[in-house]
């Protein structure tokens, strides 16, 4: 009976092993002292040190999916390599054996001044990187260069009391800095202009900063003073709706230079009350004029107010400045859409997202698909529309935006101006790994 029963009793699982070791990517050499976490999906981490050699071990894991990863302050991961690794114990394979690469990471410092060489605090810096292949990072907003090349916001900072900055745990690659008003405040002389490094008004005239891994590369910034000129228009179909008393309506008008990269660039701004407006200050050159009328939603101090009517167009501003520009306003419609597949995709619901910022308040819309395919993105205001798109299950996270045109127009990489004459129809096509297009 006891053999029997024995026999019958199924094997206990075999406790595995899963070690390591964590090296330098740039010397080779071993890492002491990094944190390596082994993670499963519905457990708690375990922790390990790495010892004088660099070398790591978790003990009688049980069999299962697990990821191993490492850090250390001042390094992070490898990005020609993997930065966490997979690995899966079972009765044929109790153990498993990996090697982890980490590099110092990089930073970039600097100081912004003005004219005079006096620091220039709370300046909001920007990061913008030039994107080259492969890059694996996600962007919220990729776009197209005329001479060919994408970039991308990657990071940023602000300026202290003394006009420094610092950003740390940068990607080796090329990238251009700007020095702009931040939102908090004005920069003390309005004549102040945003500036990419060295001292270049937009990012053709920029000096690129190339940065290696580990590298620690400083790059100061003397702000643009330039006095500008005036401009001054007057709004075509501006209908004041009836307002209570207390209430008013009026229209918020702003600049927004071309080839701009910055995502809430903070150029001319100014709020009318009538049907005539004036920008003061404004560089000559190439621009998008945006402008919104709001109406009263009820407040009676007048703050609460509804986007009703917008304006995208294009102009350029000479050097003796620009009078009378007609800006027509138009109603905010809803962007009409339509998600389709790749063959060998399920089709599935899509949360598909239209973001942008800019000076006369945020703008944007998202939805999700209908079983047709269709959606709507209703209540944006004016500006550039960037398009994202991913599967709205968890499970379906690994759909990839392949192409995205309104009309004929291609808007994946630089996306679109709100609104747009027309009824053109926004059309989303989406990958999967069963056809390649994500894996």
Known sequence: ???????????????????????????????????????????????????????????????GAYGVGAEKPGLQCDYASRCSMSVTLNADRPGATVAISLKPYAVLSGRVTDFNGLPIARSSITLVKVLGLPDNTFYAHVQVLPDGRKVAQAGGSRTNDRGEFRIPRIPPGTYYLVAEKSSESAWEDSANHTTYYPSAPDLASAKPVEIAAGQQVRADIRVIRQEGVRVTGRFLNLAAPAAAAGNYTYTDVTLVPQGNVLTNPGGPFSRSRSEQFELQGVRPGKYTLLAVTREPRGDASGGDQAPKLAASMAIDVPDRGLDGVQVELQPLRDVRGVVSFLDGCSPVPVRVRARCRNQIGPCGAEAVSESGGSFLLEGSGPGRLAINARGEATTDRRLTLVSAKLGDQDVMDNGFDYPFAGDAVLRVVMGCPANGSWK
């Open 1 to 63: 009976m006891p053999l029997a029963l024995l026999a019958g009793q199924s094997e206990a699982p075999v406790a595995g092993i899963v070690e390591g070791v964590v090296t330098n990517g740039v010397t080779g050499a071993p890492i002491a002292g990094a944190r390596v976490s082994l993670e499963a999906t519905e457990a708690e981490p375990l922790f390990a040190r790495t010892d004088a050699d660099g070398r790591f071990q978790f003990a009688n894991v049980s069999p």
